[in-house]
Every structure is written in structure tokens, then in C-alpha cells.
């Protein structure tokens, strides 16, 4: 994972290079949050996925006991 300081740095240095380089922007960019949602977002399906693994793996595990012990009784 990336260490949040070098992160920090590394976006300042590129945007003192675009202001020194073209200027300030004329217009407001609000892309703020982005990096930060996308990590959100792969975090939360992962562990929907783990979870939904878990449901099934329970389910099958359930079921095939159900099997065994409807067979039992044969």
C-alpha cells in the first residue's frame, strides 16, 4: 500500500508542475475524493465477496449434512 505522505507529495508536485507549466485553471476541478471512493469501494466488495463465499460454502455444507442424514434414515 502506498504510504498516504508520498501520496500527498507526489499529487503536490504534480500540480505545482501543471500550475507552473500552464497556469492556474480558469475553472474549479472538483475530482476530490475519487482515489479515496474507489478504494472504498473495492474494499467493501471484497468483503461482500467473502461473505457471499461464506454463505455458500455454509449453504452447501448445510446441505449436503441434510443429504447424508435423509439417506441415514433409508
Given at each position: 500500500?502506498?504510504?498516504?505522505?508520498?501520496?500527498?507529495?507526489?499529487?503536490?508536485?504534480?500540480?505545482?508542475?501543471?500550475?507552473?507549466?500552464?497556469?492556474a485553471?480558469?475553472?474549479?476541478?472538483?475530482?476530490?475524493?475519487?482515489?479515496?471512493?474507489?478504494?472504498?469501494?473495492?474494499?467493501?466488495f471484497?468483503?461482500?465477496?467473502?461473505?457471499?463465499?461464506?454463505?455458500?460454502?455454509?449453504?452447501?455444507?448445510?446441505?449436503?449434512?441434510?443429504?447424508?442424514?435423509?439417506?441415514?434414515?433409508?
Amino acid at each position: 500500500m502506498v504510504d498516504s505522505g508520498s501520496t500527498r507529495e507526489a499529487i503536490e508536485k504534480a500540480v505545482a508542475s501543471v500550475v507552473e507549466k500552464y497556469g492556474a485553471p480558469d475553472v474549479p476541478i472538483n475530482s476530490a475524493g475519487i482515489a479515496e471512493s474507489i478504494i472504498m469501494a473495492e474494499r467493501a466488495f471484497s468483503t461482500r465477496r467473502s461473505e457471499l463465499l461464506i454463505e455458500i460454502i455454509a449453504e452447501y455444507a448445510t446441505k449436503k449434512e441434510m443429504t447424508s442424514m435423509s439417506l441415514g434414515c433409508l
